[in-house]
């Protein structure tokens, strides 16, 4: 059975900083491609990054240059590395399989806020 778990949200200032972990169970996670998407309040699934199985990495305009992706593939964990946060980065966000969140976890509330 798949299991996408998410964990390291919280409340941040703008301009600070949070990690997000996933850990993933029930399939070849080293053999695939993982995501990280967000919905923001009110709003559909955006897309915030790919990581590939070789660790290279694409990222939304929003968040290129602020964000980083990256594995673990021998503890099947991803990571979402979060810096220069801004109010409009507030969104629950999840590790998912496709890139569209379809195939995501419960999520990770993560609220940017002075």
């Known amino acids: 059975q798949v299991q996408l778990v998410e964990s390291g949200g919280g409340l941040a200032q703008p301009g600070g900083s949070l990690r997000l972990s996933c850990a993933a169970s029930?399939?070849?996670?080293?053999?695939?491609?993982m995501h990280w998407v967000r919905q923001a309040p009110g709003k559909g699934i955006e897309f915030v990054s790919t990581i590939y199985t070789d660790g290279t990495t694409e990222y939304s305009d929003s968040v290129k240059g602020r964000f980083t992706a990256s594995r673990d593939n021998g503890n099947n964990v991803l990571y979402l590395q979060m810096d220069s946060l801004k109010d409009e980065d507030t969104a629950v966000y999840y590790c998912?399989?496709?890139?569209?969140?379809?195939?995501r976890g419960q999520g990770t509330q993560v609220t940017v806020s002075s």
């Open positions: 029930g399939f070849l996670f080293a053999r695939a491609w």
């Open positions: 998912s399989r496709d890139s569209a969140g379809r195939e």
